[in-house]
T-cell receptor, first 115, second 117 residues
Framework: EPEVTQTPSHQVTQMGQEVILRCVPISNHLYFYWYRQILGQKVEFLVSFYNNEISEKSEIFDDQFSVERPDGSNFTLKIRSTKLEDSAMYFCASIRREGLIDTQYFGPGTRLTVL | AQKITQTQPGMFVQEKEAVTLDCTYDTSDPSYGLFWYKQPSSGEMIFLIY??????QNATEGRYSLNFQKARKSANLVISASQLGDSAMYFC??????????????FGQGTILTVHP
C-alpha cells in the first residue's frame, strides 16, 4: 500500500540553524500539507501546497518557513533560523482529490529538537 | 471556520470492553467529512475511520464505528472489544471541503485512551 514517507525521523539542531525536513508524498497525489504538533498539544496546520505553489498558510507559517517541491517526488519544509519554540513533531500529508472529501494520509513525522 | 471539540482529556477502559470517545464539531460547509486518527506513543498519525455528512449509515471499520448525529453535530468514535494496543491519543478532525483551503484539517485537542488489563 502506498504511503507517505518522511526523513529524518529525528533532527536535533542548534538555535539559529537552518533545517530542511523532507517528505515523499504518495506518487499520484496532488495536494500536500505540513502540520506541526508541539509535545502534548493538538496537531496544527502549517501550510498547504498545490500546483507548485502555496494555497494557504497559517499564522504559524511566518517568513522563516518555506516549502518547496524541487522535483516530482520530494516536498520539503525549510526553517531558516530555528527557535526553541520550533521544537515539535512535523507531519507531512497528501491527498489526490478524487471527490468532495479525500482521506488524508500522514507520514510518520519528523521530531525536531532545537537546543 | 471549522471547529472541533473533544471534551475528554483522558479516558480509561477495561480490556475487552467498549469505549466511546466524544467529538463535536462546527462547520459552515454544506457537505463535509469527519476523520478519526490514532496517535500511539511512537508518534505517527494513523487514519482510523471517516464519516461523510451525507452518508446514510454510520461508518464502521472493524472494531471502530462512528456514532454520527448530524443534528447534534457530533461524531463519537466507538471502539469495541478494547485491546491493550488501543492505548493511544485519539484525534477527531474535520477538513475544509473547497477553495484554497481544500483538505486542510482542523484537529480537536485529543483524548488519551488507556486500556487496563
Amino acid at each position: 500500500e502506498p504511503e507517505v514517507t518522511q526523513t529524518p525521523s529525528h533532527q536535533v539542531t542548534q538555535m539559529g540553524q537552518e533545517v530542511i525536513l523532507r517528505c515523499v508524498p504518495i506518487s499520484n497525489h496532488l495536494y500536500f500539507y505540513w502540520y506541526r504538533q508541539i509535545l502534548g498539544q493538538k496537531v496544527e496546520f502549517l501550510v498547504s501546497f498545490y500546483n507548485n505553489e502555496i494555497s494557504e498558510k497559517s499564522e504559524i507559517f511566518d517568513d522563516q518557513f518555506s516549502v518547496e517541491r524541487p522535483d516530482g517526488s520530494n516536498f520539503t519544509l525549510k526553517i531558516r533560523s530555528t527557535k526553541l519554540e520550533d521544537s515539535a513533531m512535523y507531519f507531512c500529508a497528501s491527498i489526490r482529490r478524487e471527490g468532495l472529501i479525500d482521506t488524508q494520509y500522514f507520514g510518520p513525522g519528523t521530531r525536531l529538537t532545537v537546543l | 471556520a471549522q471547529k472541533i471539540t473533544q471534551t475528554q482529556p483522558g479516558m480509561f477502559v477495561q480490556e475487552k470492553e467498549a469505549v466511546t470517545l466524544d467529538c463535536t464539531y462546527d462547520t459552515s460547509d454544506p457537505s463535509y467529512g469527519l476523520f478519526w486518527y490514532k496517535q500511539p506513543s511512537s508518534g505517527e498519525m494513523i487514519f482510523l475511520i471517516y464519516q461523510g455528512s451525507y452518508d446514510q449509515q454510520n461508518a464502521t471499520e472493524g472494531r471502530y464505528s462512528l456514532n454520527f448525529q448530524k443534528a447534534r453535530k457530533s461524531a463519537n468514535l466507538v471502539i469495541s472489544a478494547s485491546q491493550l494496543g488501543d492505548s493511544a491519543m485519539y484525534f477527531c478532525a474535520i477538513p475544509n471541503a473547497g477553495g484554497t483551503s481544500y483538505g486542510k484539517l482542523t484537529f480537536g485537542q485529543g483524548t488519551i485512551l488507556t486500556v487496563h488489563p
